[in-house]
């Protein structure tokens, strides 16, 4: 994992919030997820949009939601916004199955604005309902192979199953359900990968993200999410 082009990435979204990047520099897992974050972020800027940081009340770093635990109204989010909100961004959110049963959590949720409570509440919170979550993120400190898509697929189809179908539909700025891993495609994954088009699956698997990010900090692409598939 190339950790200097992560934690520029970051930046270039977050640039005021250096501290929150200290305390987590030591772990990678939790680097990668706010990279994630920041990543999706970027996509949305490559369309336009702003990003803005919205932090808890009272606080100035970016505060890191790192697992499922914790309240959301005490961890910062990103506001995606034009003439106003159309998204905002979240990490580890819990989120209601699309079947009637179940609650999952994924790395980086993009969420309606609104959708999850920015203070705390006097019902008690669970979690997302399953219409409010428009897409999202997961990451893998990883490489590609054929049982890490099957698991990817699994989650989209107990969260997002449209996206398998054919049928989903999704503005062109949002994308779709992405798995985002630092390593390279393995075995006949590039295959599986290149036939999801084909079989109506609506799925992007960002592999070598690091230098996905390092492309888009040099300018030599806008966003590390919609690239094509390449076998790298």
Not at 73 to 86: G, K, L, P, Y
Not at 200 to 217: C, E, K, T
Request: charged share 20%; aromatic share 8%.
């Amino acid at each position: 994992m190339d950790v200097s082009e992560v934690e520029k990435a970051i930046k270039r979204v977050i640039r005021r919030h250096r501290r929150a990047f200290e305390i987590i520099g030591s772990s990678q897992t939790k680097l990668l997820e706010l990279g994630a974050i920041a990543g999706v972020a970027e996509h949305y800027k490559a369309f336009g949009y702003t990003a803005r940081v919205v932090n808890p009340k009272g606080r100035r770093s970016f505060i890191v939601k790192t697992s499922t635990r914790g309240f959301p109204w005490n961890f910062s989010r990103i506001v995606i916004e034009d003439q106003a909100a159309i998204c905002e961004l979240h990490m580890n959110v819990m989120v209601h199955g699309a079947h009637g049963v179940g609650i999952y959590c994924v790395d980086v949720g993009v969420v309606t604005p609104g959708a999850i409570p920015a203070a705390r509440t006097k019902d008690p919170w669970l979690a997302v309902e399953n219409a409010q979550l428009i897409t999202f993120a997961e990451v893998k400190k990883l490489v590609v192979y054929p049982m890490l898509l099957a698991q990817f697929v699994g989650i989209v189809h107990e969260t997002k199953p449209t996206f398998l179908t054919g049928r989903g539909s999704i503005e062109v700025a949002h994308p779709s359900p992405v798995l985002i891993v630092l390593g390279h495609y393995s075995a006949n994954s590039f295959d599986i990968v290149k036939s999801y088009k084909a079989r109506g699956i609506s799925i992007l698997v960002a592999a070598n993200y690091d230098g996905r990010l390092a492309r888009v900090r040099v300018g030599q692409s806008k966003s590390p999410l919609n690239e094509e598939v390449e076998h790298l």
